[in-house]
């Protein structure tokens, strides 16, 4: 089954207001589902379905198969990673970012998700590596790292998708490009679900939603929805 999928959805904020009118896809347990679309189409209340702020009106939303409403929340949640346009670090090292919520992390799986996150060169950079203060108090780590720290930090509590909140949203072009690259990589191990704010961002993508209206409006690869736009 696939790691997620929306089945007919329909949800409103309000009693008859409908926002999402019929929503349906599946994200398979790898690679990468993209939704774009203009702003107020809907996607955001996708994700805060995804991430069971709220149920359905109609239709469902389902885990490997299993319909949402009837799985335990701290069974789904633990299932489900989040990473937003920003990623606020707290007080304290590096490692105390990258480990709270995680349980009993290995020096080799930390390592190879530090490799798969492109921390690596970042953390041979700072001066007591990995036990460097980065908070507040401590060195300040760029945005395009701090979106690393928080998908190392999603990767290590081994969620079976991570979904993206224009993860890229307040990155310059370049660092835009390396992370872009980077979630391309993960994909290969754990399903990404992205918000883009740009189409170009989300050529890397297996699949692109395009959202309207509180509708998918158009499936396909990012070089399949150029050609018919
Ligand atoms: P997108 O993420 O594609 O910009 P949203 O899901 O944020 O779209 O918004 C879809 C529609 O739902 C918009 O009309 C928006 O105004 C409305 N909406 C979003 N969040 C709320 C909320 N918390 N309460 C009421 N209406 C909301
Ligand atoms: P910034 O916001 O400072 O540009 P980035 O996240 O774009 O931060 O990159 C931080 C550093 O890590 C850069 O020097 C970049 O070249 C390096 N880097 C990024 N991704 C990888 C990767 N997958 N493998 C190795 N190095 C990487």
């Avoid at 469902?60 to 299993?66: E, Y």
């Avoid at 299932?79 to 919520?101: F, H, K, M, W």
């Avoid at 961002?201 to 158009?218: I, K, M």
Wanted: include cysteine; hydrophobic fraction near 40%; aromatic fraction near 6%.
């Amino acid at each position: 089954a696939p790691v997620l999928e929306f089945r007919d959805v329909w949800f409103g904020y309000r009693p008859g207001r409908p926002v999402l009118r019929g929503i349906g896809f599946t994200v398979p347990s790898r690679g990468q589902v993209a939704l774009v679309g203009p702003s107020g189409a809907g996607k955001s209340t996708i994700f805060a379905l995804a991430e069971r702020f709220y149920d359905p009106d109609r239709g469902s939303v389902l885990l490997h198969g299993r319909d949402a409403r009837f799985l335990p929340y701290a069974r789904y949640r633990a299932s489900i990673g989040l990473v937003e346009q920003d990623s606020p670090l707290l007080a304290g090292t590096l490692r105390d970012n990258l480990l709270y919520g995680a349980g009993p992390v290995t020096s080799r799986e930390l390592r190879r998700v530090l490799a798969m996150t492109g921390l690596l060169p970042v953390v041979a950079g700072l001066p007591s590596g990995l036990d460097t203060p980065v908070g507040e108090h401590g060195r300040h780590l760029s945005g395009g790292q701090r979106q690393r720290v928080a998908i190392a930090r999603c990767l290590l509590a081994r969620p079976d998708l991570i979904l993206l909140d224009e993860p890229t949203a307040h990155l310059d072009p370049d660092s835009e490009n390396v992370l872009a690259a980077t979630l391309h990589e993960i994909s290969a191990v754990c399903a990404l679900m992205i918000i883009a704010h740009r189409f170009s961002t989300v050529r890397s993508a297996e699949r692109v939603l395009v959202v309207d209206g509180g509708l998918v409006t158009g499936s396909g690869t990012h070089d399949e929805l150029l050609r018919s736009s």
